[in-house]
């Protein structure tokens, strides 16, 4: 049998492999004997606290390891990407946003994955139309877990036209598989305005809930549709009476599932909210957040950690003279950043601090939130619009860019920002806290 060796791209400082002296450039052969073919694999044979290791030098020399070490220690090694390919998708979902966007994008952008190692690893949501039951067996085997799936309808037929997959009509076979195994499933629903709302709505959330708390909780996230859809199906945007009718159905079904489970089980993302104008729920009311991912809760979450931290803006002299500090937005949230704004200004006066919002004249103005904010769009509307003779700085949420890299969605990268406007740039995670915590950094 073929030996399959995986590249080790780096390092980590203080790992366990460091003390060992593995390297960048080294390949590791075999854990406890066996070849891994893939991540989950590797995550799943390091788990024991007792491993033999080989490694194969760039000499060619074997170099064998015995580690002990506790169950949940790292390693510490980083590898080319994934090991092997990441699966792609063969859905045509009639939502889909990578069917939407402009032609002569980076070539990664338009690859549609839907890979359950990337679910585990990264949270993507998957469909589960792609696979075999091998693969469902391994995910068991190996507890993989949790699971981010996307659902949109437990209607076979329904699902089966939104993803235009016959395959999709599998669903509820493969979340009960899951689920009675005690894999965590986190479910997301796509909602498309006279397609599976309502009615569909209702039954959807009603089917998984059946299936808690295995199946932990399902997000429901309004569609995005950018000016790029020519050719494709004909969708409505979520209007504010939609958002407001989806809300209140929401919220009856959230009473009952809280009395029956404890929990509210179905949640809204912010922007349901935002589009009616309607107040966002309270902190307690989104339990532990864990569709943060999706934006439930991401904007109640923000507020409380910018209460919280804004006591570290102490009332002192700080280094604000010739500074211009700029948070750039989406349109969605800035009125959130603008409370942020006015209670930084309130704890330190001198500071000149804006909050800015930027259209997206890229995809279309029916694209709000910040995560779709280009570069380019950034330098047309920022233009102009800076201070001369101060010392601008920008701060911007990294869901702007791509993971892990300071890329902008149409290539544009942070370094070309700085140059074409003659400013600096300081990356955010979203969280109030990190925010303040900038702040002081530039500021102190």
């Known amino acids: 049998m073929k030996i399959n060796e995986v590249h080790i791209k780096d390092v980590l400082p203080g790992s366990i492999a460091e003390e060992l002296e593995i390297e960048k450039g080294d390949k590791l052969v075999s854990i406890n004997g066996a070849s891994v073919l893939d991540i989950i694999e590797y995550k799943y044979l390091i788990t024991d606290e007792y491993l033999e290791l080989e490694i194969r030098k760039p000499d060619g020399q074997i170099w064998e390891f015995e580690i002990e070490k506790e169950y949940d220690d790292d390693l510490g090694i980083i590898f080319d990407g994934i090991i092997d390919n990441p699966k792609s998708c063969h859905n045509k979902c009639i939502f889909c946003f990578i069917d939407q966007m402009p032609k002569g994008m980076r070539e990664t952008l338009y690859f549609k994955d839907d890979d359950t190692r990337l679910s585990f690893l990264m949270g993507n949501f998957i469909t589960l139309t792609n696979m075999k039951q091998s693969e469902i067996d391994k995910i068991i085997r190996y507890r993989i877990s949790p699971i981010n799936v996307s659902v949109h309808t437990t209607n076979p037929?329904?699902?089966?036209?939104?993803?235009?997959?016959?395959?999709?009509?599998?669903?509820?076979?493969?979340?009960?598989?899951?689920?009675?195994?005690?894999?965590?499933?986190?479910?997301?629903?796509?909602?498309?305005?006279?397609?599976?709302?309502?009615?569909?709505?209702e039954r959807t959330l009603r089917d998984l809930s059946k299936m808690y708390?295995?199946?932990?909780?399902?997000?429901?996230?309004?569609?995005?549709?950018?000016?790029?859809?020519?050719?494709?199906?004909?969708?409505?945007?979520?209007?504010?009476?939609?958002?407001?009718?989806?809300?209140?159905?929401?919220?009856i079904l959230q009473k009952e599932f809280y009395a029956k489970m404890d929990t509210r089980f179905g949640f809204l993302s912010d922007e349901f909210y935002l589009i009616a104008e309607k107040e966002l729920p309270d902190y307690d009311t989104y339990e532990d957040f864990k569709q943060l991912d999706n934006g439930v809760g991401l904007i109640t979450l923000f507020r409380d950690e910018i209460t919280n931290s804004l006591e570290l803006l102490e009332n002192k002299d700080y280094n604000v003279a010739n500074k211009k500090l700029y948070i750039i937005t989406g349109s969605y949230a800035y009125p959130i950043i603008q409370e942020a704004v006015e209670g930084i200004k309130a704890r330190v006066p001198a500071m000149s601090i804006e909050a800015v919002?930027?259209?997206?004249?890229f995809f279309g103005h029916s694209v709000k939130v910040s995560g779709l904010t280009t570069g380019q769009d950034i330098i047309a509307q920022m233009k102009g619009k800076i201070e001369a003779g101060t010392e601008n700085i920008f701060l911007?949420?990294?869901?702007?860019?791509?993971?892990?890299?300071?890329?902008?969605?149409?290539?544009?990268?942070?370094?070309?920002?700085?140059?074409?406007?003659e400013i600096k740039m300081s990356v955010c995670m979203q969280d109030g806290s990190d925010l303040i915590e900038k702040i002081l950094n530039i500021i102190k």
Not at 239 to 250: D, G, H, P, R, Y
């Open 157 to 201: 037929e329904l699902r089966a036209q939104m993803l235009n997959n016959k395959n999709a009509v599998k669903i509820m076979d493969y979340l009960k598989l899951l689920t009675e195994n005690e894999i965590e499933v986190k479910a997301q629903i796509v909602l498309c305005p006279g397609v599976n709302d309502g009615v569909e709505l």
């Open 213 to 251: 708390p295995s199946l932990s909780t399902a997000a429901i996230v309004p569609i995005g549709l950018t000016k790029y859809r020519e050719g494709l199906y004909d969708l409505k945007e979520v209007s504010k009476e939609k958002a407001e009718e989806i809300i209140n159905q929401v919220e």
């Open 357 to 361: 919002a930027i259209s997206n004249d």
């Open 396 to 421: 911007i949420p990294d869901s702007m860019l791509r993971k892990d890299e300071e890329v902008f969605l149409d290539d544009l990268t942070i370094i070309d920002i700085e140059k074409q406007l």
